[in-house]
């Protein structure tokens, strides 16, 4: 939005992440120019933070520090966090947007607390059992959504349908479309494979009048080739595939490097096509599909990258204010009332028991 | 092995994959040179194959075809290539070796026919439920085995331990290693992390004495750092996580291919590199890791990529070759044999009860 769009207040956790309060408030620096009517209140240590504002004078005027003398670490368990938490510059983060000070909180904390505390100060919206985290994902179309990326280990066939409902806003606020192309994350296209979940989270998917257009399976192969706009799977398979294609990212860079530097032709090939690799580089950068957003929830918390810089952390703001702005939470809600309505009954338990056939539960996938 | 090994047959199902039965001959062509002691019976239509082993004349005294009409297509459903099968060219090949014929069967047609015959036919091994689906995964280190890649879509803990065994024992035929570093597939490290089952298959992989170095659990971008020389998972995880670095490869080539045509200088960089994009296409060309070895059964079958041409039919010979002489079957029932003896009990009704904690299931696994 541009200048005359109605002042936000976004509340930032400054001590999350590797390099906090550092990144945080150079990150702030950027989004400031980005969106110059949004104002911030940063949780955390005043006497490591106000310093770092001298550099950013023009950030004094949109930023107004609440000083906490505590912080999560990177490594604290979500039990230990939520126990000791309270004073933590993590949980006042999300206390303000619970108090109506902030719009939404942008943390680059630990994942684990930062989702423990938000699902005990925000709680989940009504319908909702099990909050859910997506991210944007590169594809050779674009970007696509992917949820559930690690909020919950499983999911049933209820909660699968209420992800796509989560991730199909999410990619409507992000795209503009009406009506996103949403998939389930499947080991075969055909109607007959998957486990009992799927299968009956599709079938609902396919009865429900819901802004989406829904495509029934994808595979593994279709995320990145961006056969859907909101990829749907369990958080459990979600966060294995997100660091599977994180790990072969970083294999073929390393082949590139290897394969390069081993004749002077060749190097001297790399020299002359640095620009191209700059650009692939660009296009790989983590930081520009930095902040995964807990969808689900009475509030929106965007999580940035733990080991992010300043401009992965501005990512993550640019996220958090198109959500809020979009007002994400009564978009949910209102597709959720569509969910409740039409499928009351069949859906309480998550249906999975309807469509069962131990045939099918053997049936090889791979292709 | 050298030309003095004792001669073996192999069985090859001569229709399958989309281009056999000549990438099958071919490939066999090339595998003659690589095995001069191997013999093969080729099923299928003697029509079309006579005249392609003309083209190889030193191959004819090392095949014999057995000839049959019909075949099973790609598109043909488990089910119904179980029914109509006993004809086909996949079936004969698998009876071959239940017969005593053959030592191990070659197929390149459609995985779910050939998974399901071959359970018919050859039956699981003693003690083991149910099948994996194993094949080599390139990483930073070399190459790591990865399975289960679609047998199934689920898998309690006693089968995650069979797994663990089975692939054990593949990555000490490929690699010669004693006790190969072994890690299940986990959103996290910590003990606290992931499903019941695989928490419960971690105790118990901790307590057996198996000819292998548990290492706990490993990461998704722990498959292609090569944390581990074998990665056990379930079929639904490992099939999505295979996909997903397929297409994450497809991606990232994409990529490359169009930066580097975006300028004279990089495409003139990209001429004089071509040696190295040479070599970075070798490292990611899946027919050199072709050839996914169906484990558990009381016989040893090698399924080929359907998509791939004679040099990747070739590699899944080498596979089957490698796993006959290394005499895979004893080698898995000797060491489930550890399994039963002293899991026995506490196994039966694969753990998955005893390590349960509902606050788990939704702790946040993404870091």
């Known amino acids: 939005m541009g200048p005359d769009s109605p002042e936000i207040t976004l509340s930032i956790d400054g001590m999350g992440g590797d390099d906090a309060p550092a990144i ?18 940063v949780h955390g240590d005043e006497a490591a933070i106000a310093p770092l504002l001298e550099n950013h004078p023009d950030l004094t005027t949109h930023v107004q520090i609440s000083h906490t003398d505590e912080a999560i670490s990177m490594d604290d368990k979500p039990s230990q966090a939520v126990r000791r938490g309270r004073k933590t510059s993590m949980w006042r983060a999300i206390d303000s947007i619970r108090q109506g000070d902030a719009v939404a909180a942008v943390s680059a904390g630990n994942t684990g607390a930062l989702m423990a505390m938000s699902k005990i100060q925000l709680k989940t919206l009504e319908g909702i059992d099990r909050p859910a985290i997506a991210s944007l994902w590169p594809t050779e179309l674009g970007e696509s959504v992917v949820l ?85 799977t369990d958080g459990f398979t979600g966060n294995i595939a997100l660091k599977t294609a994180e790990g072969t990212a ?36 983590p930081r520009a599909h930095n902040g995964g957003v807990f969808l689900g929830l009475n509030g929106i918390v965007v999580k940035s990258h733990g080991g992010t810089d300043a401009l992965g952390f501005a990512a993550a703001v640019d996220v958090a204010v198109d959500m809020a702005e979009a007002d994400l939470i009564n978009q949910i809600i209102k597709e959720e009332q569509v969910v409740a309505t039409v499928g009351e009954g069949e859906m309480t338990d998550g249906g999975a028991q309807s469509d069962s056939g131990a045939a099918d539960k053997t049936a090889p996938a791979a292709q």
């Not at 120019?33 to 949004?38: D, S």
């Not at 390069?260 to 700059?278: M, Y």
């Open 148 to 232: 559930d990326l690690g909020a919950n280990v499983e999911a049933d066939a209820k909660q699968l349908v209420d992800f796509a409902v989560m991730g199909a806003t999410f990619s409507r606020i992000m795209t503009g479309l009406k009506a996103p192309k949403v998939g389930l994350l499947n080991i075969g296209t055909e109607e007959l494979k998957g486990h009992d979940e799927i299968k009956a989270a599709a079938q609902m998917l396919r009865d429900l009048p819901l802004s989406m257009n829904f495509i029934g399976f994808v595979e593994g192969d279709g995320i990145s080739a961006g056969h859907a706009d909101v990829v749907v």
């Open 250 to 285: 970083k294999l073929i860079m390393a082949y590139l490097k290897a394969a390069l530097g081993r004749s002077l032709l060749s190097k001297l090939g790399a020299l002359l096509a640095a620009g191209a690799f700059k650009i692939l580089k660009a296009k790989l950068d």
């Open 24 to 41: 945080v408030i150079d990150g702030l620096a950027i989004a400031r120019v980005r969106h110059p009517h949004v104002r911030y209140v």
